[in-house]
């Protein structure tokens, strides 16, 4: 970070992702920000009022577990495209262990990472996990549809675990984002497709080597 | 004189101000050994609540509707029940309802401001327009009451015909009860109302009679003389030790603090890092480095 220069021009760019996935990614975050509201304004009585972006607390109520419908398949569709990507492999630990180095700007100590490192596929991971557990819970609770299905004991616990696993998924979910703040150029990973030459040797430079080596894009 | 909001001692998901004068605590007393079944209770809730229940199917049982529904607030619940001790086949009947808990399960679960609310005579009531389907009443509640209705997506229960007590009336299913099984007063009338029957039935040869007051739910406002009061689950399942399950009070008390709390850490840690670190920029060097790359390859 010595150089005063905040945006240094584009050497050239790299495509990191299709428009299709962006899209997919698109949807997925937007039904993930409206569950996170709707489901926040039931959560906690200081926060009801947010029902009133949804209609009311009736209205709020009903969408939010359609909403939920949509992350599924956004999700699923993610899921699909990027799990291979996110498979553990030898630099991860290393990348965990110097968790210092790397909140301090300083990446360049660690081994060279490839497309993903081991904090996105943290978060790629226990999202993939909470969402399931966001699904099986939020189905239990569903009385409109499924009352039911399941005994009120069930019930509880069911409504105690999408409580708590939504309160997770919501703070990975600041992790993630923050993350794309922080770390200058890569939401242009999701706004334009690309990235520069300059932030993929920076942050992915295995992957630029390989990509510019002549393998393609996911 | 009608209830107001001035007579509140608890509102879902908001506070009340401790109200000036407390009325006196009302409660209805049911007296299991003196029903005779013939659901003039039940018909009464329908007629003056204007219920429209539709017509059942017979299963075999005197019990009709099978169970409580959004227009179904009380029902008689039938056990044949064959007395260990005596060798009887007795005839249970419980007219099952909402028991007005002093500690209520449904009003600590709503999420929605003012959907439940307690008055200081201990009537529990739920209030239709703040009302917004969610089902947490039904996962709240000990002893299985409040249904939601398909028609509106509200949750119905019986409201101790909270309209007529606030006009010095009581409940219609007490005054259609032809053998005054179903009594109403204030709770300490009712109470020793209860001590005289259980002395009564204790004369008559039942040993273990006496008054369902579940300390565990704070007390009630619906209580029932039972001729068998240690082993109220004979009663059609009627809870022995009914209390708050703890996993609602879990739900509802430290996951409802710590889930705010560690959410806002996690945006503040963001905020702090950002602060102390600033942002992490692309160099110059980095993208010299990417061009030379490139030329490489
Ligand atoms: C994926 C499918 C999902 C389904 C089917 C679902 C379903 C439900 C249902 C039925 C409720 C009860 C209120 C209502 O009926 O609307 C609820 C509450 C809630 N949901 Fe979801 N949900 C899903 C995903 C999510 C996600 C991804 C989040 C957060 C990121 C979330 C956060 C919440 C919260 C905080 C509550 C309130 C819990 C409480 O009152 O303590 N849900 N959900
Ligand atoms: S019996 Fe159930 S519905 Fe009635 S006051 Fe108690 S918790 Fe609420």
């Given at each position: 970070m ?5 945006t240094p021009?584009a050497?050239?760019?790299v495509?990191?992702?299709t428009?299709a ?5 698109l949807v ?5 920000v409206?569950?996170?509201?709707s ?7 200081s ?7 949804f209609g009311?607390g009736a ?5 939010h577990p359609w ?5 599924f398949f956004?999700?699923?569709g993610?899921?699909f495209r990027f799990?291979r990507?996110?498979?553990p492999e030898?630099g991860d630990g290393?990348?965990?262990?110097n968790?210092?180095?790397v909140l ?6 660690l081994?060279?990472?490839?497309r993903y490192?081991a ?9 993939s996990?909470l969402?399931?557990?966001l ?7 569903w009385?409109?549809y ?8 069930t019930?509880?616990i ?5 409580a708590?696993?939504?309160i997770?998924a919501i703070?990975v979910?600041?992790i ?8 200058r150029?890569?939401?242009?990973a999701?706004?334009?497709g690309?990235v ?9 430079r295995r992957?630029l080597?390989e990509t510019i080596?002549g393998?393609?894009?996911? | 004189?009608a209830l107001t909001s001035?007579d ?5 998901a908001s506070?009340?101000?401790p109200p000036?004068a407390?009325?006196p ?11 005779i ?7 009464a809730?329908?007629e003056w609540?204007?219920l429209?229940p539709?017509?059942?199917e ?12 959004p ?7 039938f ?9 009887d086949l ?5 007219k099952?309802g909402c028991m ?8 600590k679960?709503?999420p ?7 008055y200081s005579?201990?009537?529990?009531d ?5 009302c917004i389907g969610c089902g947490y009443c039904?996962?709240?509640?000990p002893?299985?009451i409040p ?8 949750a ?11 006009n010095g ?8 009860c032809?053998t005054?099984?179903?009594?109403f007063?204030?709770?300490?009338e009712?109470?020793?109302h209860?001590d ?5 039935l204790?004369?008559r040869g ?14 009630t406002?619906?209580?029932y003389?039972?001729h068998?009061?240690d082993r109220?689950?004979?009663y ?5 030790n009914?209390a708050?399950?703890a996993v609602v009070?879990l739900?509802?008390?430290?996951t409802?603090?710590a889930?705010?709390a ?6 503040a ?7 102390v670190?600033g ?9 010299a480095?990417?061009?030379?790359l490139?030329?490489?390859?």
């Amino acid at each position: 970070m010595s150089n005063a220069d905040p945006t240094p021009e584009a050497s050239y760019r790299v495509t990191r992702y299709t428009t299709a996935a962006r899209l997919n990614h698109l949807v997925t975050a937007g039904s993930l920000v409206l569950l996170a509201v709707s489901g926040m304004a039931l959560f906690h009585p200081s926060l009801f009022f947010l029902t009133g972006l949804f209609g009311g607390g009736a209205m709020a109520r009903e969408i939010h577990p359609w909403i939920g419908v949509v992350l599924f398949f956004g999700f699923f569709g993610l899921f699909f495209r990027f799990w291979r990507a996110n498979l553990p492999e030898r630099g991860d630990g290393e990348w965990l262990r110097n968790g210092g180095a790397v909140l301090g700007g300083h990446e360049e100590k660690l081994t060279e990472i490839g497309r993903y490192n081991a904090g996105q596929k943290l978060v790629f991971w226990s999202m993939s996990l909470l969402i399931v557990v966001l699904i099986v819970s939020g189905l239990t609770i569903w009385d409109e549809y499924f009352a039911a299905w399941t005994s009120i004991p069930t019930k509880r616990i069911a409504v105690l675990v999408h409580a708590v696993a939504a309160i997770v998924a919501i703070c990975v979910w600041i992790i993630h984002l923050y993350a794309a703040i922080w770390v200058r150029g890569t939401m242009d990973a999701m706004t334009k497709g690309s990235v520069t030459g300059g932030w993929a040797w920076r942050h992915h430079r295995r992957w630029l080597r390989e990509t510019i080596g002549g393998k393609s894009a996911g | 004189m009608a209830l107001t909001s001035a007579d509140l001692i608890r509102r879902s998901a908001s506070s009340v101000p401790p109200p000036a004068a407390k009325l006196p605590e009302v409660a209805k007393l049911i007296d299991v050994s003196k029903c005779i079944g013939c659901k003039a209770c039940q018909s009464a809730c329908i007629e003056w609540n204007d219920l429209k229940p539709t017509v059942g199917e017979n299963v075999g049982s005197y019990q009709n509707p099978h169970d409580l529904s959004p227009d179904t607030w009380t029902l008689m619940r039938f056990t044949e029940w064959d007395n260990p001790k005596s060798g009887d086949l007795e005839w249970l009947i419980r007219k099952d309802g909402c028991m007005h808990c002093s500690d209520p399960g449904c009003l600590k679960a709503c999420p929605a401001p003012g959907a439940i609310v307690q008055y200081s005579n201990g009537i529990v009531d739920f209030v239709h327009e703040n009302c917004i389907g969610c089902g947490y009443c039904v996962k709240g509640c000990p002893f299985d009451i409040p249904r939601i209705s398909k028609v509106d997506e509200k949750a119905y229960k019986c409201t101790l015909c909270s309209d007529r007590v606030s006009n010095g009336q009581g409940p219609a299913c007490a005054k259609a009860c032809p053998t005054q099984a179903i009594v109403f007063g204030t709770k300490e009338e009712m109470k020793k109302h209860a001590d005289k029957r259980i002395a009564d039935l204790k004369s008559r040869g039942f040993a273990e009679a006496g008054l369902y007051d579940p300390a565990g739910v704070g007390g009630t406002h619906v209580m029932y003389v039972l001729h068998h009061a240690d082993r109220p689950e004979i009663y059609a399942g009627l809870p022995k030790n009914p209390a708050i399950s703890a996993v609602v009070e879990l739900w509802k008390g430290a996951t409802k603090y710590a889930g705010l709390a560690v959410v806002g850490l996690a945006a503040a840690a963001g905020f702090v890092h950002h602060i102390v670190n600033g942002a992490n920029r692309v160099t110059r060097e980095d993208e010299a480095n990417a061009a030379k790359l490139k030329e490489k390859a």
